[in-house]
Nanobody
Framework: QVQLVDAGGGLVQAGGSLRLSCAAS????????MGWFRQAPGKEREFVAA????????VYADSVKGRFTISRENAKNMVYLQMNSLKPEDTAVYYC?????????????????WGQGTQVTVSS
């Protein structure tokens, strides 16, 4: 099992940047594919980005491609989401998630472990 704690959200103006972090417990962090998801009010939770166990493969939602970067530090049990050129439509609660899948996956039900979420608000 793995426990996840999200942090780094806040209020930022459009065009600004934020860096989210996710701290994972346990000694087997490197065996999990990690992902970031977000959920805006009244909408379903949606995929944002995911990274393979080694960090060598990343996948992004089209809406964030070129603006967001996911990364991980297995030695520190950490995963990050660098968000640049933020837009008001990026406003949501962002969740870190983990899956024991062997390959990078993007479907919400594929992830069995979730952080508590961190609020990101982008003002226009």
């Amino acid at each position: 099992q793995v426990q996840l704690v999200d942090a780094g959200g806040g209020l930022v103006q459009a065009g600004g940047s934020l860096r989210l972090s996710c701290a994972a417990s346990g000694r087997t962090f490197s065996t999990y594919v990690m992902g970031w998801f977000r959920q805006a009010p009244g909408k379903e939770r949606e995929f944002v980005a995911a990274i393979s166990r080694s960090g060598g493969n990343t996948v992004y939602a089209d809406s964030v491609k070129g603006r967001f970067t996911i990364s991980r530090e297995n030695a520190k049990n950490m995963v990050y989401l660098q968000m640049n050129s933020l837009k008001p439509e990026d406003t949501a609660v962002y969740y870190c998630a983990a899956t024991s899948s062997l390959v990078v996956v993007t479907r919400t039900p594929s992830y069995g472990y979730w952080g508590q979420g961190t609020q990101v608000t982008v003002s226009s």
